[in-house]
């Protein structure tokens, strides 16, 4: 059993000391607030940047293909455009070399048609000079 007069009764008195004020509360919560708004600034950031490193990564990886098919057609180009070739093909399409005396380049005389108001549509010849 527990004697009464022999133990001391203490009341605390209730203030502001024990507890905390209305201001220190908002204080505490605006510092934590604070705190979770930089962690997911953080994120954010982070999340961010390693998005923009996967798409430097995959336009690297599409310029270095595309460099690899500009190659390509270059070679290709080159071959195409070379003499030797264009008369190898020519030949295996069994095509020969024109004898510059027998062509004869003939020249178009434009005629003009009057025009009418019945007159829809109307072609004119464009001269171009064929002897380059």
Known sequence: MVDCHSQKLSNRPVGADDRATLSEIARW???????????????????????IHYQMEQLKTESAELREVNAALRAEYSSLINPESVESKASELGLVASNQVEVKI??????EVPAS??????????RKNLYE
Do not use: H, M
Request: glycine share 10%; proline share 0%; charged share 15%.
């Open 106 to 111: 003939l020249d178009s005389v434009r005629r």
């Open 117 to 126: 108001g019945r007159v829809v549509v109307q072609s004119n010849l464009q």
């Open 29 to 51: 919560i605006t510092v934590g607030a604070l705190f979770v708004c930089l962690i997911v600034g953080y994120a954010w950031s982070q999340n961010k940047i390693l998005g």
